[in-house]
């Protein structure tokens, strides 16, 4: 679905459903006196923004085209003669270079025929990844005196008032779209009301039982922040209550009043008592807004202003308001979504992984696994220490391509298949054979490949024997008693690739004191800032440093050195198995 902006002309452009040119702000666009223009990114072959493609132009910026402007929909449709060295259309391609939601500054237009003469304010807001809108404000002075003692339910001019709506609408949508992260966007929503529009908001959202649950408050003031969170926690608004935050989220319809105990304590039915456990003074006046789209209310932003130094909130409040609450809407249920889909694949990541480490006699065990990305993706690395034998331990660390719940699945396959065969096969070649099979059974379109280290243990007088195989995996690391360090195992073939693999099981005596260090490539492959990765290299100097250590403290040191090469979370995922002789 699309709509256009009204009476664009030859400006007109199709804008999306979510796009900034719809309801109230299509109309702030084309009253305001200021040029305003959306433009979209022409980026090059390295997918820099190198120019912009006009998509849509007010009737302020539309009269004040220089002759020979390309049109609407052109390359770099310019509304104005372009200054000497080019500042604004820089600014604009800098912010949409960059993590930078918006820039400004002032600029003179060059000759004659500019579409002012004076100097300018200018203001580009990035609406997404390609999108930018500019503002060409009133001149330096002007604009000072349009913000001279503004406030929350101010005087300011017509204009001054449109184009603070179009600012504060501006800013907002900047705001929203900047964090995924579900608590970081509530906050959001009630931060982009104060101070400009009220000194205060409340945030209800309508949680997994059906009851309005405060999501996040602002105030400007602490003390009147702490007052109204005391209120919304005493008693929390009821769906079924007459008037307030419950029944403009069951209505859809706003509501208004000088007196915001009303609105967040619940309304009584017909005939019942109404008390209110705490009432701020002075009575701030508020205003609630549902919040949602397409016809479905996901909860309310309450509204409030002082008692004193601020007008009540009127019909012109109510539509910027309902506005900012229609644009918050979609942030929202992303910020939700995106929780809900970290929680699934933290749960699912889990359920491949082993609940707790087995308490094996003679041996301690210590691992840790980490998700790439921050946790938003499901990884295929994994690791496993389960009986498989009367005195046989086996211990398996892996590696499936891919990330997303096609390599979580294949995880699971691995991981059953080792365990299932390993309870009658003792070599653990023979393990990895099994494994491979299962891989090529797996249909076409869902085959994957993956790197497996596989080892069975087996207490030989003070010591264990040690018997392992590779299927294409990083050797694992021994330190031994004295400090020494050498990769121990033989290559083999990469599994769930051919029929036939070549794979070789080695064995190792390992005594008291020895440690047997198993990684994925997550490890070794994290890089610096520079480009620089850890290396097998920096797993031995690890180990080094660590001789005589545990294996909880092995691997602990481990993480901190991965953290050290870089701070961010690490792009892969990865897993690490420290098995220590006693």
């Known amino acids: ?75 770099r449709g310019d509304l104005w003669s372009r ?24 600029f003179t237009p060059a000759g004659e025929g500019a579409h002012r003469t004076a100097d300018r304010e200018y203001r580009a807001f ?28 101010g005087d300011a001019s017509s204009g001054g008032d449109d184009r603070e709506r179009l600012r504060i609408l501006a800013d907002a949508g900047a705001v929203l779209g900047s964090s995924l992260d579900r608590g970081a966007t509530m906050d959001a929503v009630a931060d982009s009301v104060v101070p400009d529009v009220a000194d205060g908001c409340l945030l209800y959202l309508v949680d997994d039982t059906g009851l309005p649950a405060l999501a996040a408050l602002a105030h400007r003031d602490p003390l009147r922040r702490r007052e109204l969170r005391d209120l919304a926690e005493a008693s929390p608004p009821h769906p079924d209550s007459e ?144 009986p498989s034998g009367p005195r046989d331990w086996t211990v398996t660390v892996g590696d499936v391509a891919g990330k997303g719940p096609g390599a979580a699945a294949l995880t699971g396959l691995v991981r059953h298949t080792v365990r299932a065969v390993g309870r009658s096969a003792a070599d653990p070649a023979d393990l990895l054979r099994a494994v491979n099979t299962a891989l090529l059974d797996e249909p076409a379109p869902a085959r994957r490949f993956c790197t497996t280290a596989c080892a069975t243990l087996r207490p030989d007088g003070s010591g264990m024997r040690l018997a392992l195989a590779l299927g294409g995996h990083p050797h694992p690391l021994l330190r031994r008693s004295d400090g020494t360090v050498v990769p121990v195992g033989h290559p083999g073939t990469l ?55 545990s294996a909880e403290a092995t691997v602990r040191l481990l993480e901190e050195e991965i953290a050290a090469h870089d701070p961010r979370a690490p792009t892969d995922d990865f897993a690490v198995l420290a098995v220590l002789v006693r």
Request: glycine letters at 12%; hydrophobic letters at 40%.
């Open 1 to 75: 679905m699309t709509t256009a902006v009204p009476g664009a002309e030859d400006g007109r452009a199709d804008a999306s459903e979510d796009g900034p040119t719809d309801g109230l702000l299509a109309g702030a666009f084309e009253l305001l006196p200021d040029a305003v223009s959306i433009s979209v990114a022409v980026r090059d072959a390295d997918g820099r923004a190198v120019d912009l493609c006009l998509e849509y132009a007010n009737a302020a910026a539309r009269s004040g085209r220089t002759a020979g402007a390309a049109p609407a929909g052109g390359p």
């Open 83 to 106: 200054t000497a060295d080019d500042g604004v259309l820089a600014a604009c391609l800098d912010v949409l270079n960059t993590d930078r939601p918006e820039g400004h500054g002032v």
């Open 126 to 153: 990035r609406l997404g990844k390609d999108r930018l809108l500019l503002v060409l404000c009133a001149d330096r002075r002007t604009r000072a005196e349009e913000r001279t003692g503004a406030r929350p339910g």
């Open 243 to 386: 008037g307030g935050v419950g029944a403009v989220i069951r209505t859809g319809r706003h509501e208004r009043g000088a007196d915001v105990a009303r609105a967040l304590v619940p309304s009584p039915h017909a005939g019942e008592d109404r008390r209110v456990p705490h009432r701020p003074a002075p009575a701030d006046s508020w205003l609630a807004v549902p919040v949602g789209r397409s016809g479905t209310v996901i909860g309310a932003m309450v509204l409030v202003r002082a008692a004193s130094g601020s007008s009540p909130f009127t019909e012109e409040d109510v539509a910027l308001a309902r506005e900012l609450s229609h644009r918050a809407a979609p942030a929202i249920r992303n910020a939700h979504r995106h929780a809900e889909q970290a929680e699934v694949a933290r749960r699912l990541q889990e359920s491949l992984l082993p609940r707790a480490l087995p308490d094996v006699p003679g041996l301690e065990l210590s691992a840790r696994h980490r998700p790439g990305e921050k946790g938003t993706l499901m990884g295929g690395d994994f690791y496993d220490v389960f």
């Open 495 to 549: 599994l769930g690739v051919v029929d036939e693999p070549r794979l070789r099981t080695v064995h190792h005596t390992l005594g008291p004191g020895d440690l047997l260090l198993f990684y994925t490539d997550g490890v070794t492959e994290h890089r610096s800032d520079d480009g620089v990765m850890l290396g097998e290299a920096g797993l031995h100097a690890v180990l080094t440093r660590t001789a005589g250590a």
